[in-house]
């Protein structure tokens, strides 16, 4: 085959696009985002996401990020548009990455895009991600071929209604069926499946709240219960293989609210992450003062991890890097705040471990914490108890709000009907809590990090506390 050889402004042009990304983020469950396309966002300018893509995902990563959520019926972004944002991004020469629930190449319009790509010389590149079906099957313990069982597998979707495919396999799948499960459940009757074939409805597949419900094929079509969203079916003779006690849901589900890595044992607990929403909460003028008059605060006290990144972001902006702070002693609240800052070239001069101790103040004292100046980088939100147990010890203390933290807006509200337990990591991130929950079940659960969060969450949640 022959092709034109573009001219010299075609290849010109080509220099100076971007790359674009295509990637798979998996059915839900963030860990199963693949190693690649882990590197891939984290050097990426612009990551455009959608609906389905984990809010926990996204918040690793520190590009540019643009929500282009589309759901049947209510559509943040149309398909058009979404190409539109690719291609701007693109042609400013960034790179792109373009997040989709899944894998792109299972009904997620991945081919559509690419399509796009080529036609306007846009250089792209493909990132397989884990599908749905292979999530559900997997969290849901349901095998989609089994030797003598089922030796061929068809993925199938539920959409359009009135063109509903029923292909010859022994375990069929059917992709986005909350609302066309009936429709679904009567073309395969009409292909001529028994009613006796089970079949397994998964909700959620991966996430903390998935469910699942099983029955016959006659039994389901006479079921009216509502499906929600994301959701698909399994039919076939492996879903006998289901068991309710599958691996996945023997796991005790605890929601960790707050910046703290706390390890948990990952054989007996699923960790879900109360995300919060981090906006630029900074008084430029301020934030250069405190730079400016660097060498008068003989400590700078990071007690969270966006602390640091937020605080090294404004002295880049500022023309300055590590070495600016060669007169500074560098205090951290914790290890996992410790380990942020090693990204930064910063080893501290002192980590305290509140779970070690009684109490913060208590900590300080044993440190000599004392007659300190001291600069503290936090939120807009401040640690009251940190603050005043420094001041305790006779410190001068500066707190400089880089950060502005509140829930975040985009993600799913947390289920608390699947929730086991609650940790709450620091005061501040009861105060964020409290913002979207007024109570907490009977049946949760409820542990805290130290004697101030704890403080504060008998203060916030006095009708309620329990420690069960």
Aim: with cysteine; hydrophobic share 35%.
């Amino acid at each position: 085959m022959t092709r034109a050889v573009p001219d010299d402004q075609e290849n010109l042009n080509l220099c100076n696009n971007g790359y674009v990304y295509i990637i798979g983020a998996g059915p839900g469950d963030p860990e199963l985002l693949t190693i690649k396309a882990e590197r891939v966002l984290g050097e990426a300018d612009v990551i455009l996401y959608d609906d389905l893509v984990s809010s926990e995902l996204i918040e690793r990563f520190h590009a540019k990020k643009i929500y282009t959520g589309k759901r049947k019926d209510n559509h943040h972004f149309e398909q058009d548009a979404i190409n539109e944002e690719i291609l701007y991004h693109a042609r400013q020469g960034k790179r792109v990455a373009r997040l989709k629930g899944g894998d792109p190449f299972i009904f997620g319009r991945g081919g559509e895009e690419i399509e796009v790509l080529r036609k306007n010389g846009i250089r792209y590149e493909i990132i397989p991600g884990i599908t749905a079906a292979h999530g559900a099957s997997a969290y849901g313990e349901i095998p989609l071929t089994m030797r003598k069982i089922s030796s061929s597998v068809a993925f199938c979707t539920g959409h359009p209604v009135n063109k509903i495919e029923v292909p010859d396999a022994d375990t069929l799948v059917y992709y986005m069926v909350a609302s066309s499960v009936h429709d679904v459940l009567e073309a395969v009757v009409k292909k001529g499946w028994d009613d006796h074939t089970r079949v397994a409805i998964v909700q959620n597949a991966t996430r903390y709240n998935q469910q699942i419900f099983t029955g016959t094929l006659g039994e389901l079509r006479e079921r009216e219960k509502t499906v929600y969203s994301p959701a698909l079916l399994i039919l076939g003779a492996t879903v006998n293989e289901f068991i309710k006690d599958n691996w996945y849901s023997k796991k005790k589900k605890i929601l960790v609210v707050g910046d703290d890595e706390r390890m948990y044992n990952s054989e007996e607990v699923t960790v879900v992450r109360f995300l919060t929403h981090r906006a630029d909460g900074a008084d430029r003028n301020i934030v250069e003062q405190c730079l400016k008059s660097i060498e008068e605060y003989s400590v700078l006290f990071f007690a969270s991890r966006f602390s640091v990144t937020s605080f090294f972001r404004y002295l880049h902006e500022y023309g300055k890097d590590v070495r600016y702070l060669a007169r500074n002693k560098i205090y951290t609240s914790c290890s996992a705040v410790s380990r942020e800052l090693q990204n930064y070239g910063v080893i501290a001069d002192l980590s305290l471990e509140a779970e070690n101790s009684g109490g913060i103040e208590r900590m300080l004292r044993e440190k000599k914490v004392e007659q300190e100046s001291i600069l503290l980088p936090c939120s807009t939100v401040i640690d009251e108890y940190l603050v005043d147990a420094l001041l305790s010890l006779q410190n001068k203390v500066k707190t400089l709000a880089l950060y502005a933290d509140m829930h975040h807006e985009q993600g799913d509200t947390i289920d608390l009907d699947f929730i086991d337990e609650i940790y709450f990591s620091s005061p501040t991130s009861v105060k964020i809590f409290k913002t979207c929950y007024h109570g907490i079940p009977e049946n949760i659960r409820v542990t805290t990090a130290n004697e101030t969060t704890d403080t504060e969450y008998r203060k916030l949640f006095r009708d309620c506390v329990h420690t069960i």
